[in-house]
Structure formats: C-alpha cells, structure tokens
C-alpha cells in the first residue's frame, strides 16, 4: 500500500506562485510515473503534469510554460512549481503514482488551489 502526503495548497492572488508537495509513504515500490491532476468545481478531474523516473514529462496545454514538475532524489518525492497563475488554475490538486511492482494507481487526499483575480 502506498500513500501519497500532499501539501503545499492555498490561496494566491492572479499571478503569483505556489509550490506543490508530495511524498510516497513507503519507498521500494517501484513508483512510476509520479504526476498531478486537478479538479475544478463541476468539472472532470483532468490531468496537470506527469513526470517518469527517467525525467520525461508531459503537460496539459493549459499550463505548459507556467508550471514545471520534478522529483526529488529519492524518486519517491514529486514537486510541482505554479508560476503566473490564473483564476482558471482554482481546483482541488491531487498528487498521482503508479506502483509497477504492485500494479496499482494511488492518489493522494487532495490540497485546494485557489487563485483570486
């Protein structure tokens, strides 16, 4: 069982910056990829940022050029670094692995991002 701790949410004004946490409970698990995704008020949860253990990443459009993912030495830590935010960035963010020993997806709780124009 792995369980993902997130941290790192809150309120920020249009254009400013917030840093994403999260931390795999347990190490040797395998994890990869690790990621984000986001849900906005009546809307699907849809995918932010995905980062695998080699360093390859992909974005959604939407925040390509603004939000930057990476990993932490251990491999079992994932950041994600929001710059130039937008109201439209105001969602739920939740932290996403994938054990390839256990074969299972894991979520974390989810940290609120709010972003006021």
């Known amino acids: 069982q792995v369980q993902l701790v997130e941290s790192g949410g809150g309120l920020v004004q249009a254009g400013g910056s917030l840093r994403l946490s999260c931390a795999a409970s347990r190490s040797g698990f395998s994890i990869n990829p690790m990621g984000w995704y986001r849900q906005a008020p009546g809307k699907e949860r849809e995918l932010v940022a995905v980062i695998t253990t080699g360093g390859s990443t992909n974005y959604a459009d939407s925040v390509k050029g603004r939000f930057t993912i990476s990993r932490g030495n251990d491999a079992n830590t994932v950041y994600l670094q929001m710059n130039s935010l937008k109201p439209e960035d105001t969602a739920v963010y939740y932290c996403?692995?994938?054990?390839?020993?256990?074969?299972?997806?894991?979520w974390g709780q989810g940290t609120q991002v709010t972003v006021s124009s």
């Open positions: 996403y692995c994938f054990s390839t020993r256990l074969r299972h997806d894991y």
